[in-house]
């Protein structure tokens, strides 16, 4: 397992896309990591030697995968300010500006690992900026070690997110590493 999931407690869900079983599964597994590695060569294209900085650099991810992935109903960064997140580069609705002691990002910070909700009600703590999000997945970006931001996005329906998403994510985040 390379990230915390969260599921919740009680019933099992089957209903929606990601969950499904099947050749249906497969499907949306299967168009999304080829998508996935369609939007790495484009962000290769336009940060690799071309972003002057960081926040150009997270700006231009934020806008490629939102424009690109139909799930993704926000998709941005928080930089860590001791105790506290502070938000950065983003598309989607208007975000919590700070974000402190509790929720999904700051548990990514804590664990320095990917962390997977299927369903927002169901982690204790999660801060709802925006009610519509439903589920959500958060990628912490490391440097030396040390966590300096984290990658969040968000979707209006439950159970968007899983393993399959984590790799791709990781591996478009390193096209931040020179700006770190
Ligand atoms: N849900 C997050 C807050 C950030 S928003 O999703 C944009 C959390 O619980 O940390």
Same mark, same amino acid.
């Given at each position: 397992?390379?990230?915390?999931?969260?599921?919740?407690?009680?019933?099992?869900?089957?209903?929606?896309?990601?969950?499904?079983?099947?050749?249906?599964?497969?499907?949306?597994?299967?168009?999304?990591?080829?998508?996935?590695?369609?939007?790495?060569?484009?962000?290769?294209?336009?940060?690799?030697?071309?972003?002057?900085?960081?926040?150009?650099?997270?700006?231009? /991810?934020?806008?490629?995968?939102?424009?690109?992935?139909?799930?993704?109903?926000?998709?941005?960064?928080?930089?860590?300010?001791?105790?506290?997140?502070?938000?950065?580069?983003?598309?989607?609705?208007?975000?919590?500006? /700070?974000?402190?002691?509790?929720?999904?990002?700051?548990?990514?910070?804590?664990?320095?690992?990917?962390?997977?909700?299927?369903?927002?009600?169901?982690?204790?703590?999660?801060?709802?900026?925006?009610?519509?999000?439903?589920?959500?997945?958060?990628?912490?970006?490391?440097?030396?070690?040390?966590?300096?931001?984290?990658?969040?996005?968000?979707?209006?329906?439950?159970?968007?997110?899983?393993?399959?998403?984590?790799?791709?994510?990781?591996?478009?985040?390193?096209?931040?590493?020179?700006?770190?």
């Amino acid at each position: 397992m390379v990230a915390t999931i969260y599921v919740q407690r009680g019933a099992k869900r089957v209903s929606s896309s990601y969950t499904r079983h099947g050749n249906q599964e497969a499907n949306v597994d299967e168009r999304r990591a080829a998508r996935y590695g369609r939007i790495y060569e484009q962000l290769c294209g336009l940060i690799d030697g071309k972003s002057p900085d960081l926040i150009a650099a997270m700006s231009t /991810i934020c806008a490629v995968l939102h424009a690109k992935m139909s799930h993704h109903f926000w998709t941005g960064f928080y930089f860590v300010d001791g105790e506290r997140l502070r938000v950065g580069p983003y598309q989607g609705p208007v975000a919590c500006q /700070i974000l402190e002691r509790r929720g999904v990002c700051l548990e990514a910070v804590r664990t320095k690992r990917p962390v997977i909700v299927p369903d927002v009600e169901s982690f204790p703590g999660h801060v709802a900026c925006d009610p519509r999000s439903k589920s959500e997945i958060v990628i912490p970006v490391l440097d030396g070690g040390e966590v300096v931001a984290v990658f969040d996005v968000d979707s209006s329906e439950v159970d968007q997110f899983g393993e399959a998403d984590v790799e791709p994510l990781k591996k478009i985040l390193t096209l931040l590493c020179p700006y770190l």
